[in-house]
């Protein structure tokens, strides 16, 4: 029965996901019911931020004193929640509620999920366990979308059956991981609040994941206003699964690079594959943004997020709760404070000139962390470089 445990945690980790976005093609048709912009939705969007903040900031240690399977479980309740909240009161507020919520869930998640699929493969080696997180929830991070945007497709709605689906998929997830064991604390008494951490030779790949997911929580939260100009709207969500959960796809290929290597080819692909996609998005060409979609995947789930990822547990070693908790508060600081300036903008001054300063911002991004991650006096880092994923 244990060959099990690290597939049925992968299955709660993808829905716990899925849930995250199941609701981002709706996000125009939400604001436009609700007679607000593309500021408005952004905020909405990024109650989800708020969520995890807290979580990621303040109580990194709660695995520590509880062990992680009740978080996993709480998690997979606040994603049931949401929804239902989603489906019974369909609107830009409750929206943010949700969002609020499923931030909660996912920052519970978040720093625990490394370790504890670490310590169910019983393997010595941390970056198998990797490769389970990283497939698991960038498959989900995707799949949510794509599947409102099939419903839609065919039959607009606020509340298509996908959320209905959901609710009957993620509660097979909870059921799923109560045979799991919940490994017991090593140290029962250790502090709940504890802040995240950043072992030196960490910083430079927390850098590269929030250029990484500002990315995708632009092409999630502000490419369906773009679309909409073209009657493209209900095609969002193909986008959203294509920048995150077509990554999954180059992830063996990452693998076979070391950390600082994969990280560093993710972020020479991220500006290429953005200026595609606005290209696409701004032109009303469906094609460009999903070839975009697909190339920025590679680099924002594949190479930067396993490569990232990897790298930070192997410097971490036993403080891996705080570092990842540190690797992915810059994440999230990535997927709402440059979402949100730029939903502004979209606003103030339209969408070309907002998604081009977005894409000057996010070459500069890129161009100084390769060169925190190549020449910067990191011992740390220069040691990644020899390592291999398995």
Not at 216 to 238: E, R, Y
Not at 250 to 269: C, D, E, N, S
Request: hydrophobic fraction near 55%; proline fraction near 6%.
């Amino acid at each position: 029965m244990d060959r099990y445990n690290a597939p049925r945690l992968a299955f709660a980790l993808c829905m716990i996901t899925t849930a995250v976005n199941l609701q981002a093609p709706l996000y125009d048709i939400l604001a436009a019911k609700a007679g607000v912009g593309v500021g408005a939705a952004t905020l909405a969007f990024a109650c989800y931020v708020a969520g995890v903040m807290p979580v990621l900031l303040g109580l990194n240690g709660l695995a520590d004193r509880e062990g992680p399977k009740p978080l996993i479980i709480v998690a997979l309740l606040l994603c049931l929640s949401a929804t239902a909240l989603t489906l019974l009161m369909p609107g830009l507020i409750t929206l943010g509620v949700a969002r609020f919520l499923l931030g909660i869930g996912t920052g519970l998640t978040s720093a625990v999920a490394p370790g504890y699929m670490h310590r169910l493969l019983n393997s010595d080696d941390s970056r198998m366990a990797t490769t389970y997180v990283t497939s698991s929830t960038a498959l989900g991070f995707g799949l949510g979308a794509a599947v409102t945007s099939l419903f839609i497709l065919h039959t607009p709605s606020v509340t298509p059956p996908s959320l209905w689906l959901y609710l009957g998929v993620g509660t097979i997830a909870l059921v799923a991981v109560m045979p799991l064991k919940n490994i017991a604390p090593a140290v029962t008494q250790s502090a709940m609040w504890r802040l995240p951490g950043y072992p030196p030779g960490t910083l430079s790949f927390g850098l590269a994941i929030l250029l990484a997911w500002a990315t995708v929580g632009l092409v999630i939260a502000i490419l369906p206003s773009t679309l909409s100009q073209h009657g493209l709207t209900p095609w969002s969500g193909f986008a959203t699964f294509g920048i995150c959960s077509c990554g999954v796809l180059f992830q063996p290929w990452a693998r076979a690079l070391a950390p600082v290597k994969a990280t560093v080819l993710g972020l020479m692909i991220l500006p290429l594959a953005y200026g595609l996609i606005a290209w696409g998005a701004l032109q009303g060409s469906l094609i460009a943004v999903l070839l975009g979609a697909v190339a920025a995947s590679s680099a924002c789930y594949g190479f930067i997020y396993l490569g990232g990822l990897s790298g930070v547990l192997a410097i971490a070693g036993p403080s891996s709760t705080q570092a990842s908790a540190g690797y992915f508060l810059m994440a999230y600081v990535g997927f709402s404070l440059p979402v949100i300036t730029t939903g502004a903008l979209v606003d103030s001054v339209g969408h070309v000139a907002a998604l081009t300063l977005f894409g000057v911002a996010l070459l500069v991004g890129a161009i100084a962390t390769v060169s925190l991650l190549l020449i910067g006096p990191n011992k740390s880092s220069k040691r990644l470089a020899a390592i291999r994923q398995p």
